[in-house]
């Protein structure tokens, strides 16, 4: 991949630099998807295990709301991305090993939740 017509860097470039193998939640057409980055080619990215998210709560949340899983891998243009991130909720139930600070995060974020 390389860069835009501008010289900077595309959207497709820093998520695949920044996230292949890891999970990412994105803003697509106002909904939330999360998933675990496959690829990201030019002009658009590819998810493994992905979810709907309808209601993500707090971001430092242990899991979102309310999600329904998508029977499929999905393929995102990346002109119809309008925000991703990576909150803690982004980690729950995904076949990837999280970070021990991620980790740490999401169990206080879970016993602070069932207090």
């Given amino acids: 991949m390389g860069k835009n017509a501008g010289g900077e860097r595309t959207l497709a ?3 695949a630099d920044k996230y292949i193998g ?3 939640a994105i ?6 998807y999360r998933g675990i980055v496959v690829e990201a080619g030019k ?8 979810r709907a998210v309808e209601v993500t709560g707090p ?16 393929t995102i243009s ?3 991305i309008e925000q991703f991130c990576q909150p803690l909720w982004v980690w729950h139930e995904m076949p ?3 970070p021990v600070d991620i ?4 169990t206080e974020a879970a016993k602070a939740k069932r207090r």
């Fill in 103 to 106: 980790k740490t995060k999401v």
């Fill in 59 to 74: 971001a430092a949340s242990a899991s979102p709301q309310t999600e329904d899983p998508v029977p499929s891998d999905m």
């Fill in 13 to 15: 470039e820093v998520i």
């Fill in 22 to 24: 890891q999970p990412l």
């Fill in 43 to 50: 002009d658009f990215v590819s998810l493994s295990h992905v």
């Fill in 27 to 32: 803003l697509c057409a106002r909904y939330w």
């Fill in 78 to 80: 990346t002109g119809a």
């Fill in 96 to 98: 990837v090993e999280a």
